[in-house]
């Protein structure tokens, strides 16, 4: 029984709840960085830490949480996180911190981060909450890796800064620049919509 | 039961805001006052790699090797510092620091023994857009300048083919045009000061 | 160029070439789901710029003379983000008090900006770019003028599409993007405009 819900808890927002596609939630933080797989990877590795542990340590706590000051408590631990990985990074991985710059800062302010918490956390235990966390950030993160991995390919004819595409390929300079972010997340939404998300309504009918 | 609303009504928030308050900040700063010697040898590492890589000096980017590399070979008058390359040659690198489109642009210049030719670029630190104007980070664009003396005009990307011609960065038109105004005056105030000695 | 008009050019520069929206994906959350009626972007937009300004320039007083001469920039995420949550609460309360009709226009508007990137984003953007106060102030505003004028043309657009034939997968969100990226397209085209050399 226990065991069956964490793999539901874990697959949701994999599929059919993935907090991208379903309510296009969080992307603020990130999409301006997927013009390059590596910083997308380090964000939303950094996107993931964050919610998994805040969800953990907010579920820990749920009980003891006065109401009236939720959500100061909640910015509170959810900035802690992000200063871990911000100093973190900056020790650790200093070209990457520069890159980033306040990219890194706005994961506070990521709608997935705040939306898991209130949503999940602080209705169920902490091991739950912290498979809910990881899950929902993998869910985000793969769909951002998948922009990513499209826009540097065809921005640059490389991927992870090594030229794939030899020199018989023209950039496609709009990809890496702003319009194509968007362009790309559209197209992502598009085929979703299209494909799997109706596949389940139908399934729903029947 | 009064007391006991009195107390979760006013006092336990402020209990408890005050104790995540405390937690949080006890956990920031003690990983912040962990990592602080090593955030402070990071920054020393950027900058020497920048002034070797100015300079053209060799290295494999490891901070053992810049920091002997640096020892052996540099020494600081004034704000230049003087490298001795491999051949014996000296050259000339110096910090200057422009506008860019969004903020400072600070960048390591340097030039060989004529003051005029130059042997590359670094930048220390810059604030354009990622993706767009941060690609003057990239190593094709701060290798173009590398034996040319300038000054430079700016040409759309892939198309510069004289030696006054700067490849601009597609998308970065302004970040391009700023950087190239920051080379220009590098390479009239090295000029003025060779002209001096 | 005189410093006295970099300000000026990084106010136009956040409004039109370096929209906040359009070019760094801030505050797309809000900019998504608030965009279907007029009346409503605008009250938002109002509100969203209104906050940007002031936070700010309160940030900027914050971060310069409090956590810079203690050493506390690492806490500068959450600093800020208290800042503005406080500074949020604090206009509902006042605007409750004093303008029943602005409480009812922007009021519930006001939970959803603290959680909007844009704010703190232009916070973060202009510490790490290193502006003055006054440049702080004017690029805070701009970015807002700028949020303002693109989410007021998707409210513009999306009224026009309501009668419109799309794929039903492009629906909502899908083609509100393909818009945002038109506009971003169409941001660009700015360029130009604004010289800073």
Known sequence: MAAGMKKKTFLAPLGKDNPVFVQILGICSTLAVTNKLENTMVMVLGVMFTIALSSWTLSLVRKWIPSRIRMMVETMVIATYVIIVDISLKAFYPEMWKQLGPYVGLIITNCIVMGRVEAFALQNKPTLSLIDGLASGMGYGYVLLSIAFVRELLGTGSLWGFKILGSWWTNWSIMVMPPGGFFMLAIFIWIVHESFLKKGKEEEHA | MKTQNFYMRRIHPLVFMAVVTIICILLTASLHLSTFDRVKNNEQFFLRRSILDAAAIEHDGQPGTVATLYQDSVTETNGVYQVKGSDGTMRYVSQLTGPGLWGPITIMVGFAEDHKTLTGVSIVSQNETPGLGARIEEPWFTRQFVGKQGPFRRVEEGTADSPEEMDGITGATRTSESFKNIMNRAITESATKSGGQ | ?197
């Open chain 3, 1 to 197: 160029m005189p410093d006295m008009l970099f300000p000026v050019a990084v106010f136009f520069a956040a409004i039109f070439t370096d929209n906040i929206l359009l070019t760094n994906y801030l505050g797309m959350c809000s900019f998504l789901s608030v965009s279907k009626e007029l009346e409503t972007s605008a009250g938002l937009g109002i509100a969203v710029t209104f906050v940007l300004a002031v936070t700010t320039a309160l940030n900027w007083v914050v971060y310069h003379l409090v956590l810079v001469p203690f050493e506390l920039e690492y806490l500068r995420f959450i600093v800020f983000i208290i800042i503005i949550a406080a500074f949020v609460q604090l206009i509902e309360m006042v605007i409750e008090r004093y303008s029943e009709g602005l409480y009812f226009a922007l009021g519930i508007f006001l939970p959803l900006i603290t959680v909007n990137c844009a704010i703190l984003g232009a916070s973060l953007f202009m510490i790490i770019r290193d502006y003055s106060f006054i440049t702080s102030f004017f690029f805070g505003l701009g970015s807002g003028i700028g949020w303002f004028i693109a989410i007021m043309a998707m409210a513009g657009i999306r009224q026009r599409l309501k009668n419109a034939k799309i794929p039903p997968g492009l629906d909502g969100a899908g083609i509100a993007l393909v818009i945002a990226g038109f506009m971003a397209m169409a941001f660009m085209g700015f360029s130009g405009m604004i010289q800073i050399s």
